[in-house]
């Protein structure tokens, strides 16, 4: 029962061929929907199942938050691939997002020497936003409010990773806003504020 999230978090990263194999053979809109919603599903129990098993490790979350990475890049291009007009009508975002994704993977390998894995609200609601847009995008084959929603979410989500990254002196997961980062640092230093 304890390798169901490991399980959960390799069906992830299957996904990822499947979407990229699905794009590159022009598969059917709702196939590319139901492999985005099989990887949302499986992003969601893992976090679940780890900590009700008590086995949500800082080496799981790690992996959890590479997998993840690597699935919306694969179902990125795959949209890039089949539908490059959805992509373009939202270029402006997209670009800010993934420069920002960028900066946040430089800021954290420098600063920790490995990616960050804070698991925060505003990224789970993202990866909620996500799942919509990208099934919205694959289904209709255009940029709806759903998807647009999705990259406003994500610089959003971004933006606080990186303020949470300033804040914290060292590597620390599972960190759900940037008010936590900030408690969690002041309790380092302060140790009434750990107890308290």
Same mark, same amino acid.
Request: hydrophobic share 55%; charged share 20%.
């Given at each position: +029962?304890?390798?169901?999230?490991?399980?959960?978090?390799?069906? %992830?990263?299957?996904?990822? &061929?499947? +979407?990229? @194999?699905?794009? /590159? @053979?022009?598969?059917? !809109?709702?196939?590319? &929907? /139901? /492999?985005?919603?099989?990887?949302?599903?499986?992003?969601?129990?893992? !976090?679940?199942?780890? %900590?009700?098993? $008590?086995?949500?490790?800082?080496?799981?979350?790690?992996?959890?938050?590479?997998?993840? @990475?690597?699935?919306?890049?694969?179902? *990125?291009?795959?949209?890039?691939?089949?539908?490059?007009?959805?992509?373009?009508?939202?270029?402006?975002?997209?670009?800010?997002?993934?420069?920002?994704?960028?900066?946040?993977?430089?800021?954290?390998? %420098?600063?920790?020497?490995?990616? &960050?894995?804070?698991?925060?609200?505003? *990224?789970?609601?993202?990866?909620?936003?996500?799942?919509?847009?990208?099934?919205? &995008?694959?289904?209709?084959?255009?940029?709806?409010?759903?998807?647009?929603?999705?990259?406003?979410?994500?610089?959003?989500?971004?933006? #606080?990773?990186?303020?949470?990254?300033?804040?914290?002196? %060292?590597?620390?997961?599972?960190?759900? @806003?940037?008010?936590?980062?900030? =408690?969690? #640092?002041? $309790? =380092?230093?302060?140790?009434? #504020?750990?107890? !308290?």
């Amino acid at each position: +029962m304890k390798r169901v999230p490991v399980a959960l978090v390799y069906l %992830r990263a299957l996904c990822v &061929a499947a +979407m990229l @194999t699905a794009g /590159i @053979t022009r598969a059917r !809109g709702i196939v590319l &929907a /139901i /492999i985005v919603s099989v990887a949302f599903v499986s992003d969601v129990f893992d !976090g679940i199942i780890a %900590r009700r098993l $008590g086995v949500a490790t800082p080496g799981l979350r790690r992996a959890d938050t590479i997998v993840d @990475t690597a699935f919306y890049i694969g179902a *990125a291009l795959t949209l890039l691939l089949r539908t490059p007009g959805v992509v373009w009508a939202s270029r402006y975002g997209v670009a800010l997002l993934v420069v920002l994704e960028g900066i946040r993977l430089f800021v954290d390998r %420098r600063k920790f020497g490995r990616m &960050a894995a804070y698991h925060m609200w505003s *990224a789970k609601a993202w990866g909620l936003a996500l799942w919509l847009g990208f099934c919205e &995008a694959f289904l209709t084959g255009r940029p709806g409010p759903l998807f647009r929603l999705a990259v406003g979410l994500g610089i959003a989500a971004d933006l #606080e990773g990186l303020a949470a990254s300033r804040v914290l002196s %060292r590597w620390t997961h599972d960190v759900p @806003t940037v008010w936590h980062a900030v =408690r969690i #640092e002041r $309790g =380092r230093h302060d140790p009434a #504020e750990a107890s !308290g």
